[in-house]
């Protein structure tokens, strides 16, 4: 990278935008992807006036912004950690998918420690709940992986790894070790010094 190019731009997903103090910690993301030499981008970077708009012109206007905010990144890094179920945070799913489908690099990290079928069994062993369809006679795929293979296989073929940072619970959401060594990962798949 010369003196004079921008360093490349990441999209940082994941449900970390739905916490209490969420443009906080996105800031402290761009600082670690700052820190990498890129330029963090976090979906809250969008600047929409939400105002007086019903809600699904809201919910339509924060995806097309997010999505032109994935096309003006080289690659992303998102937090695979599991949110409101066994699996990672839906939309970040998409995003994954998304820049897949660009044909941009991805990587991914997650603060669980257990294996996706490790996870889905013991959910199932919890309080059944009427909204889910899972059953216990419905198979749970093993292969040993952090999340659906869709996902980790995206990741694999960027040229990345899902990263497994084993941390506490009270800080899965927050804690960055996984998001650091993605973004060295990435470094060597886009070639920054």
């Known amino acids: 990278m010369s003196a004079r190019s921008a360093p490349p731009r990441i999209y940082l997903a994941g449900p970390e935008v739905f916490l209490p103090n969420a443009r906080a910690v996105g800031a402290q993301k761009r600082r670690v992807a700052a820190e990498a030499g ?34 003006s990144c080289a690659a992303l890094v998102a937090n695979l950690t599991p949110f409101r179920g066994v699996s990672m945070d839906a939309g970040t799913a998409f995003e994954v998918g998304f820049m897949r489908a660009l044909g941009r690099p991805v990587a991914g990290y ?33 292969f040993g992986l952090a999340e659906n293979l869709m996902i980790e296989i995206a990741i694999a073929q960027s040229g ?34």
């Open 38 to 71: 890129f330029e963090g981008v976090f979906p809250l970077d969008n600047a929409l006036d939400l105002a007086g708009l019903d809600k699904i012109e809201q919910a339509r206007r924060i995806s097309l912004a997010n999505e032109a905010l994935m096309r």
């Open 110 to 142: 997650t603060n669980a420690r257990d294996d996706y079928r490790d996870r889905s069994h013991a959910f199932r062993i919890g309080t059944a709940h009427h909204f889910d369809a899972d059953r216990p006679h419905v198979e749970v795929e093993d």
């Open 160 to 193: 990345c790894s899902v990263v497994r940072n084993h941390v506490a619970a009270d800080v899965a959401m927050t804690d960055l070790g996984g998001l650091q060594r993605c973004l060295a990962e990435l470094a060597k798949v886009l070639a920054v010094p």
